[in-house]
């Protein structure tokens, strides 16, 4: 169905801001729930932040609420993550990934869960110096 590619991760020093973008291909993100994750190795992927088609309904972890901002670019058929005052411990693999399922009021306990997802992008790297 859709095949999902996150950009703009890179190196950046702390307290810088990063805005990371996930775009559809073959498909469209219309419709769907989207959430963000990140990896670090040997570690569980981490839910950071979700949007839903209806009402764009965001939910956030309580690590990155008030530092992390989730939100679609309709003209650009996007779903962005804006990283603001980012820390040491924000450097992972960064994912985005897509709910396939029709739900009429996604709530926190699915779309956190990253099992409830259908569709992951290949990653971008972000990595915070000091």
């Known amino acids: 169905q859709v095949q999902l590619v996150e950009s703009g991760g890179g190196l950046v020093q702390a307290g810088d801001s990063l805005r990371l973008s996930c775009a559809a291909s073959?498909?469209?993100?219309?419709?769907?729930?989207v959430g963000w994750f990140r990896q670090i190795p040997g570690k569980e992927r981490e839910f950071l932040a979700a949007?839903?088609?209806?009402?764009?309904?965001?939910f956030y972890a309580d690590s990155v609420k008030g530092r992390f901002t989730i939100g679609r670019d309709n003209a650009k058929s996007t779903v962005n993550l804006q990283m603001n005052s980012l820390k040491l411990e924000d450097t992972a693999a960064y994912y985005c990934?897509?709910?396939?399922?029709?739900?009429?009021?996604?709530?926190?306990?699915?779309?956190?869960?990253?099992?409830?997802?259908?569709?992951w992008g290949q990653g971008t790297q972000v990595t915070v110096s000091s």
């Open positions: 990934a897509a709910d396939f399922r029709y739900r009429p009021a996604p709530i926190a306990a699915i779309v956190m869960e990253p099992r409830h997802y259908d569709a």
């Open positions: 073959g498909g469209t993100l219309s419709g769907l729930t």
């Open positions: 949007i839903t088609w209806s009402q764009d309904k965001t």
